[in-house]
């Protein structure tokens, strides 16, 4: 998994040990990830929204995609050719291979190993998000997520922003023990923050176990807090639930968030996981495809307005085949 690696763990800052008489969170529900086809027949696993963890108990997320890992075979890579978003923000994070992404505003570029491409589309944008043509022609190991983060009334009409954030970007840093690697995408953990600026406050971490170890992390008040594993096994939470690849969790009260590792994994020798946490919104959520706003006339006027070209056009060179990135 060539998400970025530290050449030392032991050279890495290091997250405080929360005290041990501070409440762990316990597991208020686990689901299994759903599979299902998107873009143009790509296949992902969805944990939220579902029965399990409506918006709710995520909020402010609104879905998270899991995509692979697969080992395309020459031909078979697929992705979501153009088409809009408006209210809401896009976070695309590449753990192997790459996505090729292009906006109306001329935004985009590839997303390779590590790396995460966030975009606000706010009042509104159109863009594609499509596999380079290199692992079409020749096919490939290829494995993301992709999160969309709901932003409150008063931000759903910002300017659109788009933010790179190269592998080389993420703040690194290992457990109290030394043995787990945090990836902090987003937020800030103890007195160390990601490069992800958000509208909405979040947490954003991608985290790998050695097997056995454990992490506990001490936990915003106020946030809310979810688990997702990408590959391998492990618990989670106070009241150690078992958790495997492509299930999440939603953890309740408490100050420490905890996962550990399997001692032992015949399919993986780590655990990876997402940690993800943030402000609830706590506003009307009204959505309809690409746009999520607060009421049904909003979706009606989004729909117009992506109608009408207010929300951008393709660029002329990408209707001719070319690409300028």
Do not use: C
Request: glycine fraction near 12%; aromatic fraction near 6%; proline fraction near 8%.
């Amino acid at each position: 998994m060539p998400a970025v690696e530290p050449e030392n763990i032991l050279l890495l800052p290091r997250l405080s040990e929360p005290d041990e008489t501070l409440q762990t969170k316990k597991v208020l529900v686990r689901t299994q990830a759903p599979g299902l086809l998107e873009g143009a027949g790509f296949p992902v696993r969805r944990p939220f929204p579902s029965q399990d963890i409506p918006f709710t108990l995520s909020d402010p997320f609104l879905l998270l995609d899991h995509m692979g890992a697969v080992e395309y075979a020459p031909g078979e890579a697929k992705g979501a050719p153009w088409h809009p978003h408006r209210g809401f923000e896009t976070v695309t994070y590449i753990v192997d291979g790459a996505f090729r992404h292009r906006d109306s505003h001329g935004g985009g570029g590839l997303i390779t190993n590590g790396a995460t491409q966030w975009m606000t589309a706010g009042s509104g944008i159109l863009h594609d998000e499509m596999p380079p043509d290199d692992l079409v022609k020749q096919g490939g190991l290829f494995h993301g997520v992709q999160l969309w983060v709901n932003l409150p009334r008063k931000l759903k009409m910002v300017p659109p922003r788009y933010q790179s954030i190269e592998s080389d970007q993420v703040e690194l840093l290992s457990s109290a023990d030394g043995t787990a690697i945090i990836r902090l995408i987003s937020g800030e953990l103890d007195k160390y923050k990601g490069p992800g600026m958000t509208r909405t406050p979040i947490i954003y971490a991608h985290v790998s176990l050695t097997a056995g170890s454990q992490l506990r992390i001490l936990w915003p008040q106020g946030f809310n807090a979810m688990v997702y594993v990408l590959a391998g096994e492990g618990i989670a939470g106070g009241d150690d639930t078992r958790i495997a690849e492509g299930e999440g969790v939603v953890l309740g009260s408490g100050e420490v968030l905890k996962i550990r590792s399997r001692a032992e994994n015949s399919r993986t020798a780590r655990l990876e996981a997402l940690v993800m946490g943030g402000a609830p919104i706590r506003e009307p959520v009204f959505s309809y495809g690409p746009f999520v706003m607060n009421t049904r006339s909003e979706i009606v006027q989004a729909i117009e307005d992506f109608q009408s070209g207010k929300m951008g056009h393709i660029p002329a060179a990408h209707l001719l085949g070319e690409d300028p990135h």
